[in-house]
């Protein structure tokens, strides 16, 4: 062990494994290489973080993400659903029984016995911030899903005790982490398109309401409809495109003309918006308009598009068809010609939301989607609604 600093150290050539008491674990000679590391890595120590996963329908993707990376481990679960443990917990990611969870609070209660460095939070909304409050408390740093909790407040506490706590709390942005979204925004910060004055950022679906008679048509257990679950996808997007100015004003309008008399109909429990739309205007005099809807008479099942203009050019972000592929367009002009780029490939390397978090924490830096970017946009969210509910614009307060 090192003097004074609480971290093992390694130099042997057998190969050892420890733990360190922030939940990595040191591995070094042919263990390392035994572990599935590169052999530039095996010839010295190499840190891996000790991940618990809680919440499991979202959280497969979490499960499925640490697993595939070789800095993190998956070493505990929790989801409240005795299949889901069952399926995703003991077949799917190889624990024992005694790894698999129903209450997040003996989880939490057993971090330092499970050697645990971090968790991710994928439950319903009005469960990010309590669960997350709690894990920062045990000494855990955190990923959290998407949108960051219910309400500014919520948000500004969870930043304030992971600031406090000096841990890592990342917002699961997952869209930044597109090959095509990074594309864009390495030209964007070359100063490809200039400076941004206007954006458009939408998400529509024809008929796609989630879980319909669940949580997230329940204001009291989601916070809202498809602006609070799909627009905050894009309207993050758009704003890490935009170099995340900060937003001043917000006028939003909210409407349920679809999903409350379909609810009605079939018995259901619906009380959130099923359309959304915003205009936000930012301190660097930029204005974006967001949109989202999870039911509409349009022509496409998956409409998704980000699009920002620029004095010298602009970008387009958008899915093909209507899926979950995307496709890169930059807009420039030169030559006396106005000019079409699209995306084929990415030649450089790409990683995940998950890897991103991993690393954060291992290499103890600032992870792309901080806690901070997570309230600048749920203060967003907050205005939306609150416009739509008064009718007039909303200033956005600090």
Same mark, same amino acid.
């Given at each position: 062990m090192a003097a004074g600093d609480g971290r093992a150290m390694c130099g042997n050539e057998t190969g050892t494994v420890l733990t360190e008491?922030?939940?990595?674990?040191?591995?070094? %000679?042919?263990?390392a290489a035994r572990a599935g590391f590169s052999k530039g890595a095996a010839m010295a120590a190499e840190r891996r973080l000790n991940v618990?996963?809680?919440? $499991?329908?979202?959280?497969?993707?979490?499960?499925?993400?640490?697993?595939?990376?070789?800095?993190?481990?998956?070493?505990?679960?929790?989801?409240?659903?005795?299949?889901?443990?069952?399926?995703?917990?003991?077949?799917?990611?190889?624990?024992?029984?005694?790894?698999?969870?129903?209450?997040?609070?003996?989880?939490?209660?057993?971090?330092?016995?499970?050697?645990?460095?971090?968790?991710?939070?994928?439950?319903?909304?009005?469960?990010?911030?309590?669960?997350?409050?709690?894990?920062?408390?045990?000494?855990?740093?955190?990923?959290?899903?998407?949108?960051?909790?219910?309400?500014?407040?919520?948000?500004?506490?969870?930043?304030?005790?992971?600031?406090?706590?000096?841990?890592?709390?990342?917002?699961?942005?997952s869209y930044r982490f597109t090959d095509q979204a990074r594309a864009l925004k390495r030209r964007v910060d070359e100063g490809a398109i200039?400076?941004?004055?206007?954006?458009?950022?939408?998400?529509?679906?024809?008929?796609?309401?989630?879980?319909?008679?669940?949580?997230?048509?329940?204001?009291?257990?989601?916070?809202?409809?498809?602006?609070?679950?799909?627009?905050?996808?894009?309207?993050?997007?758009?704003?890490?495109?935009?170099?995340?100015?900060?937003?001043?004003?917000?006028?939003?309008?909210?409407?349920?003309?679809? %999903?409350?008399? $379909?609810?009605?109909?079939?018995?259901?429990?619906?009380?959130?918006?099923?359309?959304?739309?915003?205009?936000?205007?930012?301190?660097?005099?930029?204005?974006? $308009?967001?949109?989202?809807?999870?039911?509409?008479?349009?022509?496409?099942?998956?409409?998704?598009?980000?699009?920002?203009?620029?004095?010298?050019?602009?970008?387009?972000?958008?899915?093909?068809?209507?899926?979950?592929?995307?496709?890169?367009?930059?807009?420039?002009?030169?030559?006396?010609?106005?000019?079409?780029?699209?995306?084929?490939?990415?030649?450089?390397?790409?990683?995940?939301?998950?890897?991103?978090?991993?690393?954060?924490?291992?290499?103890?830096?600032?992870?792309?989607?901080?806690?901070?970017?997570?309230?600048?946009?749920?203060?967003?969210?907050?205005?939306?609604?609150?416009?739509?509910?008064?009718?007039?614009?909303?200033?956005?307060?600090?």
């Open positions: 008491g922030d939940g990595a674990v040191l591995l070094c %000679g042919p263990g618990a996963v809680i919440g $499991l329908g979202m959280g497969r993707g979490h499960l499925r993400g640490y697993r595939d990376y070789e800095r993190s481990a998956v070493v505990a679960v929790c989801d409240k659903d005795p299949d889901r443990l069952r399926d995703r917990g003991l077949a799917e990611a190889g624990l024992s029984e005694d790894r698999c969870y129903t209450d997040y609070r003996r989880l939490l209660a057993d971090a330092k016995a499970l050697g645990l460095g971090a968790v991710s939070v994928a439950l319903p909304n009005c469960l990010h911030a309590p669960v997350t409050l709690a894990a920062i408390k045990a000494g855990l740093h955190v990923l959290c899903e998407k949108p960051m909790a219910m309400n500014a407040r919520q948000a500004r506490a969870m930043l304030a005790a992971a600031t406090k706590a000096r841990r890592t709390l990342m917002i699961n942005f200039g400076e941004v004055y206007f954006g458009r950022s939408a998400w529509h679906r024809r008929r796609g309401l989630p879980g319909f008679g669940g949580w997230f048509g329940q204001k009291a257990l989601s916070g809202g409809g498809p602006i609070i679950d799909l627009g905050v996808h894009r309207l993050d997007l758009a704003m890490w495109l935009m170099g995340n100015p900060r937003p001043v004003t917000v006028s939003g309008g909210t409407y349920d003309r679809i %999903g409350s008399a $379909l609810a009605k109909r079939r018995r259901k429990t619906f009380d959130v918006e099923d359309l959304g739309c915003a205009m936000i205007r930012f301190d660097s005099g930029a204005t974006l $308009l967001l949109e989202a809807s999870w039911a509409g008479h349009t022509d496409k099942a998956e409409d998704m598009i980000t699009q920002l203009w620029g004095t010298r050019g602009g970008v387009i972000h958008r899915n093909v068809g209507e899926g979950y592929d995307f496709e890169a367009r930059l807009i420039t002009e030169a030559g006396e010609a106005l000019w079409d780029s699209r995306l084929l490939q990415p030649t450089g390397p790409a990683s995940s939301a998950y890897q991103e978090f991993v690393d954060a924490v291992l290499d103890r830096r600032e992870p792309i989607a901080t806690g901070r970017h997570g309230l600048d946009v749920q203060l967003i969210l907050d205005a939306i609604y609150k416009s739509a509910a008064t009718g007039r614009e909303v200033r956005i307060r600090r």
